[in-house]
């Protein structure tokens, strides 16, 4: 035990030279002075760089948190406009069907209306093929609304054509053909009966000048039955005195009827020569023209161009019409020659 009790101690003691430990004491002296500055600067940077870094760190955080809320409102937002977008989407295709569904009713609308409406104007033309039946009309006193509307369909259905691109390969069989079909085919009925044509003579001159322009505005080959029915009404009103005199003052009928016989299709030539000839069975009515082409030589040369046509009936009408233009021709001649 004692010896060990000695060894204790001795480890307690460290034998050092005066000299090593005056220098020590010097340099623990030295360190003591020096390095509190020393670790101070060192610290206090160090602190200011984890503040930095801490301040960063939270602005970074806050931040983050902000782009996150932002993110979340973006979010919401881009949810509510796909919900309002879809729909949207589920309206437009209900519209769709609905707008489609009513397009397919609205056709079949129009079909009835148009089927309807050429059904009846084929009864309405049929009828006035009687002379009886025109003679209630005009005692009815409601002929003169009937010609108006007439009129203004057949001048809305020809303006409306795409001259361009409708040719006789037209659909001459349907509803709207047939319609403003048996409209001209009445008047052209009403005018073939005396007191008709009488009325038309003396209260229906804007409804003679619409079928007059019509005829001009129609280019050749373009619906040629509407255009012989058009001609045979002008021709049956030109039948009268009054309507005779009604059409022929009319400065467009000789150029129109000019134009008509380069028509190409051989009736329409045929009614237009019918209505010239009618026009000239009055001689103070042809005189009346003198100033008109009437007596042109391209008219005449036109006139005898067409006496040479394969078609019998306009092959005839065209003779007679040139031996009238040349007996008028002569009849002028002898006029001037006495005056």
Known sequence: ???????????????????????????????????????????????????????MKEDFVQEQEQLRQQCQHLQSRLDAVQTECQKEREEKLLLRDQLWQS?????????????????????????????????????????????????????SFVTSLDQETKTQTEDHN????????????????????????????????????????????????????????????????????????????????????WTLLDDGDWEVCLHSLRLLQSVMLEEEEALLLQGSPLLHPDFQARVSLLTSSVQPSLRLAAQQTLEDLQALQQGRGCKQSSL
């Open 1 to 55: 035990m004692s010896v060990s009790h000695g060894a204790k101690k001795q480890d307690c003691f460290v034998r050092v030279r005066k000299r090593d430990l005056e220098k020590l004491t010097t340099e623990v002296m030295q360190l003591r002075e020096f390095l509190p500055s020393v670790l101070n600067g060192d610290l206090i940077e160090m602190l200011q760089k984890a503040r930095a870094a801490q301040t």
């Open 174 to 257: 349907s509803h709207e053909h047939q319609f403003v079909l048996s409209l001209a085919g009445t008047i052209t009925n009403i005018a073939a009966v005396s007191c008709g044509r009488d009325f038309l003579s003396s209260s229906a001159h804007v409804l003679l000048d619409t079928l007059m322009k019509l005829l001009e505005l129609m280019k050749p080959g373009v619906f040629p039955k509407l255009k012989v029915l058009m001609l045979m009404a002008l021709y049956n009103v030109s039948i009268s005195v009054k309507g005779l005199k009604c059409i022929s003052e009319n400065t467009g009928l000789l150029p129109l009827v």
């Open 103 to 155: 397009g397919a009713e609205l056709q079949q609308q129009a079909d009835f209306c148009s089927g309807l409406g050429s059904a009846a104007g084929s009864l309405l033309w049929s009828c006035s093929s009687s002379q009886d039946t025109v003679t209630r009309w005009l005692a009815d006193g409601k002929l003169q609304s009937f010609l108006s509307v007439a009129a203004q369909t057949l001048e």
